[in-house]
């Protein structure tokens, strides 16, 4: 059973670092691409960040842009997102998800992240 | 900014069939865009249920499809149920490394 679950949440204040990790399992983790989506409360989905399997491309959204950076561990089927100078319109539920055929097919349960102070 | 847009409110009877549709606010969707839908009930986790334009994601039931119709992406419904009633995203992958969600669409069953 393919399982993803989000852990680092919490809350910083404006301008704050925190650390995402979303644990894998169920899954052959180093071939497939993962990406980070969040949603801000009571909106809809933004998608964040992708990696592919390999490591070699990663994009972001321009909203996080020179400000996040994701990465991933596949020895130990991890998958991370360094948030920096974090700002208020930040704060959302941030979810991991396998990535297929250019959408997602799989999904964590999510990790809340509110910047505040 | 090409922004994705969805309708964002929606009504079906239950029994019923609903199409939901994806489109740009310039130019026209095509499964180049690799178009993928998901479901979302208050409170939980979004739930995949088309990628790759019309491709059911695993223990999704068939009473799901998505299409390209005219020049936008739709996702259909047939014999809509009770726990169809949720929030549905489509997202389109636009290239160059860049996704973009539609607003969504809240779908009540009455």
């Known amino acids: 059973e393919v399982q993803l679950v989000e852990s680092g949440g919490g809350l910083v204040q404006p301008g704050g670092s925190l650390s995402l990790s979303c644990a894998a399992s169920g899954f052959s983790f180093n071939t497939f691409s993962m990406n980070w989506v969040r949603q801000a409360p009571g909106k809809g989905l933004e998608w964040v960040s992708y990696i592919s399997s390999s490591t070699t491309t990663i994009y972001y959204a321009d909203s996080v842009k020179g400000r996040f950076t994701i990465s991933r561990d596949n020895a130990k089927n991890s998958l991370y997102l360094q948030m920096n100078s974090l700002r208020d319109e930040d704060t959302a539920v941030y979810y991991c998800?396998?990535?297929?055929?250019?959408?997602?097919?799989?999904w964590g349960q999510g990790t809340l992240v509110t910047v505040s102070s | 900014q090409t922004v994705v847009t969805q309708e964002p409110s929606f009504s079906v009877s239950p029994g019923g069939t609903v199409t939901l549709t994806c489109g740009l606010s310039?130019?026209?969707?095509?499964?180049?865009?690799?178009p993928s839908w998901y479901q979302q009930t208050p409170g939980q986790a979004p739930r995949t249920l088309i990628y790759?334009?019309?491709t059911r994601s695993s223990g999704v039931p068939d009473r799901f499809s998505g299409s390209i119709l005219g020049n936008k992406a739709a996702l259909t419904i047939t014999g809509a149920q009770a726990d169809d009633e949720s929030d549905y995203y489509c997202l389109l992958y636009m290239g160059g490394g860049f996704w973009v969600f539609g607003g969504g669409t809240k779908l009540t069953v009455l």
């Open positions: 790759n334009t019309n």
């Open positions: 310039s130019g026209s969707v095509s499964s180049s865009y690799y």
């Open positions: 998800a396998r990535g297929k055929i250019y959408g997602v097919d799989y």
